[in-house]
């Protein structure tokens, strides 16, 4: 699979030749993540911090609320990979820090271990200096208490002159050998889709920086690149592919091309295959019920797809429903009947009332929470958590914000490593 990369210096995507040498301006880091994360997990790498000339951790807090990151360069102490856990980063990559006690104190499943290679010995200081270890001392070393490794053939960084294969398959065999298992992840040369696929085939991943700037590699190839076992339609390769918004829920199943797969990626919209038509389909051209594209993923066995979509108007359904299956009433109908009456208020509503009157909203909030909290018996706290939870979520659609980003701040606070006490605040002195 495609792991894009997002190097940064003084707050600008770069990519380095070698690891040294500045060679290409990517521009707006927040743009290329935004272009990057539909592919899933996006590489975010410190290099100022790595290299002991600043940081950017400002940006990057920024990065990792916005997409699912691994977030590495520079984090050296506890402190600040705890923290980088803390802030919502998905994985943390440790390189020069690296050592079983100090990977040992984390989750293991979010640490990557780094192995900086050049012609096959580890690198650590930014890349400057040389340890004398070899890379599978290294990752013997760490296996057992890592989740992953990132192997960068240094000499190889930035050059697009391909890498030697035999070396990360070696890596990844090693990483195998602890317990469960550790993924690794190369890079440093990659450049072609079958150089991923073959990559995948071996069970590593590849993060690709250089060749998705200079448009050597496409998102939409290195993407598609793993696809395996497709089904044959009049000649054609397809694969099925389920939609889903982005609790989940599936909307419908369509077929995708290789074709289809990268005009989707590249306009982060709902295309696909149509077999009768014998053509490309964007949802919504004619019916307006459109689709903004959030992320694409293979399933285990690279025989399918599944689309992650922001669906807009009445739904995916040619019928108008939102979805081709019979669906179940939950929060996000709710959110969504409350966004509807903000955009189109009904005289007499309540919740139009409420929308309207942001003192009333405060009010009945503050009285609705009381009586959860005193609430006695499960009817009286069912009742009313559905009443805080209502009024919770026209407040939100009152700010501007979806049920989704409220899901992803949980997401990322469940995912904090460091535990905080609980108090309550100090009364507001009248």
Excluded at 27 to 40: I, M, S, Y
Excluded at 214 to 222: F, I, K, M, N, Q
């Amino acid at each position: 699979m495609i792991v894009p990369s997002v190097d940064l210096m003084q707050g600008r995507a770069v990519q380095l030749r070698g690891g040294r040498d500045l060679v290409l301006d990517g521009g707006d880091p927040l743009a290329r993540l935004e272009e990057f994360a539909v592919a899933g997990e996006v590489a975010v790498v410190d290099l100022d911090a790595a290299l002991g000339k600043g940081s950017n951790a400002g940006l990057i807090r920024e990065m990792v609320r916005r997409a699912p990151c691994r977030v590495g360069g520079g984090i050296r102490d506890l402190d600040t990979a705890r923290g980088w856990l803390d802030a919502g980063a998905a994985k943390i990559v440790i390189g020069t820090a690296a050592s079983p006690d100090f990977c040992g104190a984390l989750p293991r499943e979010r640490v990557i271990a780094a192995v900086d290679a050049e012609r096959g010995q580890v690198l650590v200081d930014g890349w400057r200096t040389a340890t004398g270890a070899s890379v599978l001392e290294r990752i013997r070393e760490l296996a057992h208490v890592v989740g992953g490794f990132l192997f960068t053939q240094v000499e190889k960084e930035g050059a697009m002159g391909g890498f030697d294969f035999q070396a990360v398959a070696a890596a990844v065999r090693a990483a195998g050998e602890g317990e469960g298992g550790a993924r690794l992840t190369a890079a440093g040369g990659i450049t072609t889709a079958s150089e991923i696929a073959e990559l995948d085939r071996i069970g590593a991943d590849a993060q690709v920086g250089m060749a998705l700037y200079t448009g050597r590699l496409s998102l939409g190839e290195a993407v598609a690149a793993p696809l395996a076992k497709p089904v044959n339609y009049e000649g054609g390769d397809v694969w099925p592919t389920v939609v889903c918004d982005e609790w989940g829920h599936a909307l419908g199943l369509v077929w995708s091309t290789r074709e289809s797969l990268a005009r989707a990626i590249a306009e982060h919209k709902g295309i696909y295959w149509s077999r009768s038509r014998r053509e490309l389909w964007e949802k919504g051209a004619t019916s307006g019920n459109t689709q903004e594209l959030v992320r694409v993923d293979l399933d285990c066995d690279r025989d399918a797809l599944r689309f992650t979509v922001r669906q807009r108007g009445a739904g995916f359904c040619h019928l108008d429903q939102r979805s081709c299956w019979p669906s179940a009433f939950d929060l996000d109908d709710l959110a969504r009947t409350i966004a509807e009456r903000a955009a189109r208020p009904e005289p007499g509503s309540r919740t139009a009332k409420l929308l309207g009157d942001p003192g009333l909203l405060a009010a009945k909030l503050r009285e609705e929470a009381e009586e959860l909290g005193r609430a006695g018996d499960r009817p009286e706290a069912v009742h009313e958590t559905a009443d805080v939870l209502y009024l919770a979520l026209v407040a939100l659609v009152r700010g501007g914000g979806s049920l989704a980003e409220v899901v992803a701040e949980l997401s990322r606070r469940r995912g904090a490593v460091t535990r905080r006490p609980m108090a309550a605040k100090p009364e507001p002195v009248s």
